[in-house]
């Protein structure tokens, strides 16, 4: 077999025990790797109704044929679990050594279940695995274990590890490797449920490739067409130029989504921040584009060239610990920023919560007058008691929805989350495919799952009038996210390609030898979606979740009064979109639908089926 | 006066944040004035058209005024309009 190993490793943290299993040709090609390929081993395991942080619950590390491969952006690996924010399926992404080291390992995926007895290092050391305690390591931010575990291990060892928000099981506590977050979701949490506080990965087992001069080939001419024009925007300015632009069409989150614009906007944008404080530009392992745009904490001095430690900024964790707490001060959202990356913190979700609490503040709902939109120490102070469990923190830690559940007074209209995962920097209402992308995403509101604010930024489609032909463009995005989550690869590339599904295909075939088509691999998005639509259900779904807040189908954004969207219409694309999928109207899965994507054998023994 | 705005990488090709391109009655004339204007703004954000003129490269896309994205250089403007002119990528 080409690309792949074959087979994945199993790991029993109660006793130590492992085990490698073997995966199929049939399997492999099926779902390809990453979150295709999870999904599949999350189904196998049959644990869809489990409590995500309990014993039960597995957790699996996943990478792909692609990892190791001299593709560009092609070093990354999927972290899959129940998520312990959603209680659904939920998949993580990250770039960096880990993957290759991991996939070096020995096996095409490591999955965790159990719990340990004491807080442990998982080490698989080429294709052995131990595990060691954690001892002074828990505790420790997720830079410091890192470095302390590198310094133990050796740096052929790559250590995806949780800082002490994992530890305390925040809801989305996020896995850190080499200052690169699996963010969303929580499975940082998991791995503390399970008490491991680092997975260390080392060894020597490659994999061939069925045409390796062609997929050289291929590489370069993929490298080259990375430094274009296409990924200027990432390159030069990274995404937090997402910002002023949002702001002027008025689809930037802010103050809890109250608002579509932030008047300070341009205050913190790359372009401000810039002028005060050094910034170094990085790349993810393996990445030719080089996104990762770090700025110096503090600003400089007149003659000084760099002032403390440097904070890697995107447009998510600027949105969501700025405008989305009306913080206009951009020491603040740095130290913000930092502050997550140490405790180990998605700030999207952080970032989410804190608003929520604030706006619960104002109406009287919750007391902590401290918690006042636009206070710089009080964002500050919130994330360390999150990220500590400590105080008002042990609360917030529970993420938006269940916090809003504990508040009750209907504060639950307002908590923008789906599904319990906390909206990112789209505001739905003026970026309507969007909204329907929030709405039916497996793993809740989120923007890498579904790109459907690509339409809404052309001229397609009116973004502030959603209708039901909006349900084939957020599918067709969906679909492409599905493919380059289980290929892996990274989302930035997209606009180089002008075929995705043939550029694809061509890759797949160069790695694996598979003679595989375009029309192949939108049959294989379509499986993976809907792999994990049948985790759901397994996990409990129903028809109801799949819908917004009720803030954003009632009430407008304080400064654009016109901008509404509607149930009616939302109802009507979501029905679209589950017909377009061939899925019933509302949303279930029919059996000869499962048959045709060779779905029936995953069906659980104890799922629960609606029709 | 019809007046341009620039957002991301546009901004950084033009120099500036905002350019007031004079009375031009149509996308298209506002391209060809700024390609005449800024020609920093040539091959990533502006091409020529095979027909004449200048078009938005696939990396840009337009935006009348916040309310409608447009790429068709003879939709029709009027005297006060903002055309602003994005980076096409907004993911982040």
Partial sequence: MFGYHGRYLRIDLATGDYRYVALSEKTLRAFLGGSGLGAYLLLSEDQAAADPLSPEAPLAFVFSSLVGSPLTTSAKFSVVAKGPLSDRFNDSLASSSFALAGKRAGADAIVLVGKADIPVVVVVDDGAVRLDPAGPLWGLSCQESERQLRQAYGNDYQCAVIGPAGERQVRYATISHDGRHAGRGGHGAVLGAKQVKALAVRGTQRCEWARPAELVALAKQLSDQSLGPATAKYRELGTATNLTTFHRLQALPTRNFQDSQFAEAERLSPESLSLTRGKARASCAACTIGCEHIYQLHAKEPGQQSVGPGVRLEYENLFALGPLCGVDDPQAVLEASLLCDQLGLDTISTGGTLAFAMECVERGLLDAPWLRFGDASALLRGVREIGAREGLGDALAEGSRRLAGQLGGRSIEFAAQVKGLELPGYEPRALQTMALGFAVGARGADHNRSGAYEVDFSDRVDRRDLTPAGAHFAMETENQAALMDSLILCKFLRRIFTDFHGEAARMLRLVTGWEVTDGEMRQTARRIITAKKLFNIQAGWTPAEDTLPQRFLTEATRDAPTTRLSATALNKAITAYNQARGWTADGWLPAEHLEDLGLTSLQSSREIRGR | ?92
């Fill in chain 2, 1 to 92: 006066m019809v007046c341009v705005e620039f957002f991301g990488v546009p901004r950084t090709r033009a120099g500036v944040g905002m350019i007031d391109v004079g009375d031009v009655s149509t996308v298209g004339e506002a391209l060809d004035a700024l390609a005449e204007r800024l020609p920093s703004l040539h091959e990533d954000c502006l091409q020529p058209r095979p027909s004449g003129g200048w078009e938005l490269t696939t990396y840009c896309i337009a935006n009348l005024a916040g309310r409608q994205f447009v790429r068709d250089t003879g939709i029709r403007l009027e005297p006060d309009d903002v055309l602003l002119i994005f980076s096409a990528d907004a993911g982040g």
